[in-house]
């Protein structure tokens, strides 16, 4: 395979990965979102407020974190090695301790391919317009 032809095939495979992890966060499907992030991964949500994958996860479990809906529009994917960057738009229909967050939020998910995976390690999230 040329390397266009393997840049091609990854950017795809960042684009499912997005995809499967939005429709796992709605479905609530707690052992398959702790298959794909690994204990690296960190959260730096609206706000600035920092997160570890330990932490993300117990929010989601007690229901403190619930996502109702979550459309992803993945915009742009870049490569480098073994890093990959996906930028997009979230529209958002659910709720974070207690109160509606529902809206548009930008996010940069970065990625890192280990053993021929990739493997999402850190998201920024912040609220559009703001």
Same mark, same amino acid.
């Given at each position: 395979m040329t390397d266009?032809? !393997?840049?091609?095939?990854? %950017?795809?495979? %960042? %684009?499912?990965?997005?995809?499967? *992890?939005?429709?796992?966060?709605?479905?609530?499907?707690f052992e398959a979102i702790e298959r794909l992030v690994p204990g690296s991964y960190s959260m730096t949500r609206a706000g600035g407020v920092m997160l570890d994958k330990?932490?993300?996860?117990?929010?989601?479990?007690?229901?403190?974190?619930?996502?109702?809906e979550l459309h992803r529009e993945c915009r742009k994917v870049s490569i480098s090695q073994n890093t990959a960057s996906a930028t997009g738009l979230d529209t958002i229909k659910g709720m974070f301790q207690g109160v509606r967050v529902d809206g548009q939020y930008?996010? *940069?998910? !970065?990625?890192?391919? !280990?053993?021929? *995976?990739?493997?999402?390690?850190?998201?920024?999230?912040? *609220?559009?317009?703001?």
């Open positions: 266009d032809a !393997t840049e091609d095939k990854d %950017i795809q495979e %960042i %684009i499912r990965l997005e995809q499967e *992890r939005a429709a796992l966060l709605v479905a609530r499907d330990g932490e993300v996860m117990a929010a989601l479990k007690s229901g403190e974190l619930v996502y109702e930008r996010f *940069r998910n !970065t990625y890192v391919q !280990t053993d021929g *995976r990739w493997e999402l390690v850190a998201t920024m999230s912040s *609220r559009k317009g703001k």
